[in-house]
């Protein structure tokens, strides 16, 4: 094996049947024909111009070649590939270069010993001349590596990383901050997306550019303003920017990038914490917006703002796709972003115009004490939302096969079902759900003729607050740590929610080390963010307390220092609408797939995407929850798997009719990339399952045709 990697290595740098005889062998390469950036390109296009594959020779595709790695679990990384490498990450972030052509490790970056809980969409590319950079994260920490050694490049940062919260203000040093999506790079910048707590007191969502060659920070967007700054009035509490309670307005799904107009876009996410704005009256700029940025120097050119003052978590959930689209017979550069409340905005990207008007709808108040919802949220006219609203939902809509029609009719009866309705004690029906429509697999374009194609969730969840009565609970450490932090999504019986993916604690003992879930609590996992602020007394009682040994009777912290924030109402837990055998409440489709012409904002096409195996015969066509997003050609095909059903699908693009499918051995929730080697064209994808209940996997598969 080792030898194999170290031939490889030398083959590469030699160039032998890499670099110089692609150049003999293959057609030269025009824009689009490459995958050496995230989702394609730096307009997070997702498209290929690569044509050897077609609708009539697709039936005919194989596995080229299969990896496995040693680590098992959910994948969504996007590969990238440069030259002869193709570089992707592992469900425990070692990051892996393997070649392109065979799908042999040349090498591997990452801790042989610990194991890092968390996920990747994947990394980074950077070059000049011959200095060939790969750039990704661990953890807060940002990495530069040889891209043909995978060794760290010491001179970046210190010893080949810097801290992402090097550049905020000191208040952050110990809070809970990882990226998990690639940087965008432009010229010797990359700027970072961060992930950051949802609750009070979470790290900023400063927008950050690092020098790829030092490290050093070359600038930053507050997206929390500071006086004096654009937006700052927009907070009723002045000091906001300060941190001690409000944080987030993070960029968390990507960005885009006009290389030629040197802009980039960037999507933040809702301020924290997230379903209680009582702390953040105001309109909360510059939460939940779209930015143009110089991308230069960070100033802010044009911004426009999706939600105000979010208290749904309804944060843009996917890069925006950059595209061309026609009005009155002139092309207009233009910036699309999807959300997860299924609605496509679309800017003039030069100016931020919007290309079809948005009008201001007015919306429930809130009935929360010490809430002010605001009062009017911008809905785009055209195009239609490309999933389904709550407050378009009567009865008929429960789900013909559940088997308790009557517990779900009542349950639907009680909830508010208004567009916008703002969290309350009594439950609040949310559709689109917390995961969207829309989600981080976001969308494809075709970058000149306008067409964008978005896969979609249709499942309903239960939105609702409870009062926080944290004070009054006065049980041993461990438990009452347990009670602040872990209740609202595992229960306080333990037995999580496994239906809205999160998992029992009971008898975590018989499943887990300690050191595990330590690295778990800290550094989070999945849709949980990571508890980095809790004291070393904290931590172990609460390993205590999920491990059945902490005594009933032990005194509680009465020297833990305790946070000085406290909420009047906190999140109830995150709660899928679903009948009695787990599946969605509402009626089908539970996924969909659209076709939207953002020349006219009418659709193409829509249909239901992907199947519900525990419904047999009667599942196929449903729809299914589906996460990863598609690669569209420019000759006719959409490739995407996504799916919980566990497929690789081929539609055709003009009409949505479904051409080729392979079951892959886990569902991929993870973006293909498409790329050629040697003449020949593959389509890779990661496939990890682990998530919505799946089972787990650990292999990248490439497929081609006559392998």
């Given amino acids: 094996m080792q030898s194999l990697k170290i031939i490889g290595l030398l083959l590469l740098i030699l160039g032998i049947g890499s670099c110089e005889e692609n150049k003999k062998q293959a057609p030269i390469q025009k824009e689009y024909a490459t995958w050496s950036s995230y989702l394609g390109d730096p307009g997070r296009t997702h498209f290929s111009t690569l044509s050897q594959i077609t609708k009539e020779n697709v039936t005919s595709l194989k596995v080229a070649w299969t990896y496995e790695s040693e680590d098992w679990g959910q994948m969504q990384m996007n590969p990238i590939v440069v030259d002869s490498m193709l570089y992707g990450v592992t469900a425990a972030l070692r990051v892996v270069a393997l070649h392109a052509g065979t799908g042999e490790e040349i090498w591997q970056f990452g801790d042989s010993v610990k194991v890092w809980h968390s996920t990747s969409r994947g990394v980074s590319y950077w070059s000049k001349g011959e200095d060939k950079r790969i750039l990704c994260t661990r953890g807060a920490f940002l990495f530069a590596l040889d891209a043909l050694t995978g060794k760290p490049i010491p001179t970046f940062g210190l010893g080949g990383k810097v801290d992402l919260r090097s550049g905020m203000r000191k208040s952050a040093e110990n809070k809970f901050v990882i990226s998990n999506t690639p940087g965008t790079v432009f010229k010797d910048l990359i700027v970072m997306p961060l992930r950051v707590s949802e609750g009070a007191g979470a790290a900023p969502g400063d927008i950050m550019a690092f020098n790829v060659i030092t490290g050093k920070l070359e600038w930053s967007f507050h997206t929390i303003p500071h006086p004096g700054e654009y937006g700052y009035e927009t907070w009723e509490d002045s000091t906001a920017y300060k941190g001690s309670i409000v944080g987030g307005a993070n960029n968390w799904a990507g960005m885009a990038v006009d290389e030629e107009a040197e802009i980039i876009y960037v999507p933040t996410g809702s301020a924290a914490p ?269 390993l205590a307390f999920l491990f059945d040994e902490e005594i009933k009777h032990s005194v509680a912290s009465e020297n833990v220092p305790q946070d000085t924030v406290q909420e009047r109402y906190k999140h109830a837990g995150y709660t899928k609408f679903l009948d009695s055998k787990g599946l969605p409440g509402i009626s089908p489709p539970w996924g969909t797939m659209h076709a939207i012409d953002l020349n006219t904002g009418n659709f193409k096409w829509s249909i239901p995407f992907g199947n519900t195996p525990e419904l047999g015969d009667e599942g196929i066509g449903t729809g299914t929850e589906n996460y990863g997003g598609a690669v569209v050609t420019e000759n006719g095909l959409l490739f995407i798997a996504a799916t919980r059903d566990g497929y690789f699908r081929v539609f055709d693009k003009e009409n949505g009719s479904l051409i080729w499918e392979h079951e892959l051995p886990a569902p991929a929730f993870a973006t293909p990339a498409m790329y050629e080697f040697n003449g020949k064209q593959y389509i890779a994808i990661a496939c990890g399952g682990e998530k919505l209940g799946a089972k787990k996997g650990n292999k990248i598969i490439a497929f081609a045709l006559n392998p």
């Fill in 274 to 542: 997230d379903f209680y704005g009582g702390v953040r009256l105001g309109q909360n700029l510059f939460s939940n917006s779209l930015l143009a940025l110089n991308a230069n120097t960070g100033e802010r050119l044009w911004h426009f703002q999706f939600t105000h003052h979010d208290i749904w978590d309804r944060d843009p959930p996917a890069p925006p796709n950059l595209l061309m689209v026609e009005r009155e017979g002139k092309k207009i550069p233009a910036v699309a972003q999807v959300t997860k409340q299924g609605y496509v905005y679309v800017f003039n990207r030069l100016t931020g115009e919007p290309l079809f008007d948005i009008e201001e709808v007015t919306v429930p108040k809130s009935l929360l004490e010490g809430e002010e919802a605001w009062p009017t949220q911008p809905i785009p006219i055209r195009p239609k939302p490309f999933a389904r609203q709550s407050q378009d939902l009567t009865e008929a809509d429960i789900s013909p096969f559940a088997k308790n029609k009557e517990e779900l009719a009542s349950k639907f009866k009680s909830a508010n079902k208004s567009q916008y309705a703002p969290p309350n004690t009594e439950p609040v029906l949310l559709l689109p759900g917390y995961d969207g429509a829309a989600e981080w697999g976001g969308a494809s374009v075709d970058p000149e003729d306008g067409i964008l194609y978005v896969n979609s969730n249709e499942m309903a969840w239960m939105l609702g607050v409870i009062e926080n009565n944290e004070e009054a609970y006065d049980g041993p450490l461990g438990e009452s740590t347990y009670h602040k932090y872990c209740v609202t999504c595992h229960q306080p019986d333990r037995k999580g929610n496994v239906g809205s993916g999160y998992p029992s604690l009971l008898d975590l003992q018989l499943r887990k080390e300690k050191n595990e879930v330590s690295q778990i609590i800290t550094n989070g996992k999945g849709m949980m963010t990571g508890f980095p602020q809790l004291s070393k007394q904290e931590m172990e009682a609460l």
